[in-house]
């Protein structure tokens, strides 16, 4: 994450149900769950963007400068690069939480992992919390339901409350 003017430049992919949008964020947050749960408005305004369909890999569909993007419609969001932040800096935006296993659905995808939520919540209990628009999933891998070979294996992503329909709070169940 680089530091511009007005804040810190931080690097996404996002996903909707049919299309991948990558770029650039200009955001005051240092947390990338923070600049996507808690920004001032709905539209982000989105540097060096491409957007292409689901599937397609880097073929753009569209490229642009500078887009605005409207947050509320990503199912998902993936980090680029990891913020360059001090250690001192790095324990000041530690949030306290616990990693419990869970399985989403979230429009046309699966995803399994390990959902990050406050201390002494469970998984269940933050699906209806009121706050973060977006809830943090990490080990993850994300599986498009009717392309089951579209898998993209993340460290960190990031899912949209709005679009979680369906809820695993253990993982997925054997059958």
Same mark, same amino acid.
């Given at each position: ?11 996404? /992919?996002?996903?909707?149900? %049919? ?28 540097d ?10 880097r ?12 947050r ?13 932040? %001090? ?19 979230? %429009? ?8 990050h ?20 999933? /990490? ?7 009717t %392309? ?22 253990r ?5």
């Amino acid at each position: 994450m680089e530091q511009s003017g007005r804040g810190h430049w931080i690097d996404f /992919t996002a996903y909707t149900a %049919s299309q991948v949008i990558s770029g650039r964020l200009n955001s005051v947050h240092l947390r990338f769950t923070d600049a996507f749960s808690f920004p001032l408005t709905d539209y982000l305004s989105v540097d060096e963007c491409w957007i292409a369909p689901v599937g397609l890999g880097r073929s753009p569909l569209a490229q642009r400068g500078q887009v605005q993007l409207y947050r509320p419609s990503l199912v998902f969001v993936i980090p680029g690069v990891e913020p360059e932040v %001090s250690p001192a800096e790095r324990e000041d935006l530690r949030v306290a939480k616990t990693a419990h296993p869970v399985a989403l659905l979230a %429009s046309s995808w699966l995803i399994s992992g390990r959902l990050h939520v406050p201390a002494g919540t469970a998984p269940e209990e933050a699906m209806n919390r009121e706050g973060e628009q977006f809830l943090p999933v /990490t080990d993850a891998t994300i599986t498009h339901t009717t %392309s089951p070979e579209l898998r993209i294996n993340a460290e960190v992503v990031l899912v949209n409350r709005a679009f979680i329909t369906v809820c695993w709070p253990r993982g997925l169940p054997r059958l």
